[in-house]
DNA sequence: AAAAGTTGATAACTCTAAATATCAACTATC
DNA sequence: GATAGTTGATATTTAGAGTTATCAACTTTT
């Protein structure tokens, strides 16, 4: 539990991060723009990234350059899972689930006003 | 029923399937050494496609075109299609299966050996 | 048996997705 | 308050995926 929190501890001012994936900053930030990762921010609406977040660039990296994977290829594949089977959420949540018939991006980006999934954190590799 | 025998009948040679998807016949071939379509062949092993073969390849065409998924994303996709559940293969033939843990090919790349699978159709959209 | 269409393989081309560079305005740090 | 790093937005570059062209050998059709 100890591990699982810290990992998840937002550390990493973007450069730092992106000098530890050993990519550039612009990057980075257009893959945010594009739904596959969600940083947390400071106060003053700066993004830090945690151990985990890393982990998971690292497995997007690897989709990108080594299994040629576009990045819209990734949005679908994360589209995919099938959170509501994980979260086990009432038939209720998702009449209003916004993510529970769309495949064209990962559930997390949509907006769960209301559902058990409101404050949840989905990911995969 | 009789339908459904009707649009997997193989039809169309080659120049006809490329013509009628708009793509040219290097296209078509490459698709399928990809492994995204698997067409019948002739006994001097020519290629003949079928309108279900259309209906897929307009599939992935517009995966390609429209929603800018890369040929790799699309077959990691298929790979995802848990084709266990839909055929609820038994035990003892996942253990000898190739396609069940991969997610680097669609399970139809591979070949099923002694199982409920041998000469299944599968796919999706 | 001649004409039209196919095969697989290789080489060449064309786009555009992905990455980077650059900017003025803002935030953090010392 | 000055230096270093950040933000979002836009413009630019580039690497290579996807497509097409071309080939001699083969198949189909008439």
Same mark, same amino acid.
């Given at each position: 539990?100890e591990?699982?929190?810290?990992v998840?501890?937002? #550390? +990493? $001012?973007?450069?730092? *991060?992106? &000098?530890? !994936?050993?990519?550039? /900053?612009?990057? !980075?930030?257009? +893959?945010? &723009?594009e739904g !596959? ?8 609406? @700066?993004r830090? +990234? %945690?151990? *985990?977040?890393?982990?998971? !660039?690292?497995?997007i990296?690897? *989709?990108?350059?080594e %299994?040629? #994977?576009? #990045?819209?290829? #990734?949005k679908?594949i +994360? %589209? ?5 089977? /994980?979260?086990? =959420?009432?038939?209720?949540d998702? &009449?209003? =689930?916004?993510?529970? @018939? %769309?495949?064209? @991006?990962p =559930?997390w980006?949509?907006?769960? $006003?209301n559902?058990?999934?409101?404050n949840?954190d989905?990911?995969?590799?």
């Amino acid at each position: 539990m100890e591990n699982i929190v810290e990992v998840k501890t937002p #550390i +990493y $001012p973007i450069r730092t *991060a992106a &000098k530890l !994936l050993g990519i550039s /900053v612009p990057t !980075l930030r257009m +893959y945010e &723009k594009e739904g !596959l990762i969600i940083p947390h921010k400071t106060d003053g609406n @700066q993004r830090i +990234y %945690s151990e *985990a977040d890393l982990e998971r !660039l690292r497995c997007i990296r690897r *989709a990108i350059s080594e %299994s040629k #994977i576009s #990045i819209n290829g #990734i949005k679908t594949i +994360y %589209s995919l899972i099938p959170c509501w089977e /994980v979260v086990k =959420c009432s038939e209720g949540d998702r &009449k209003v =689930c916004n993510a529970f @018939q %769309s495949h064209e @991006q990962p =559930c997390w980006t949509f907006t769960h $006003p209301n559902t058990t999934c409101e404050n949840r954190d989905c990911k995969e590799c």
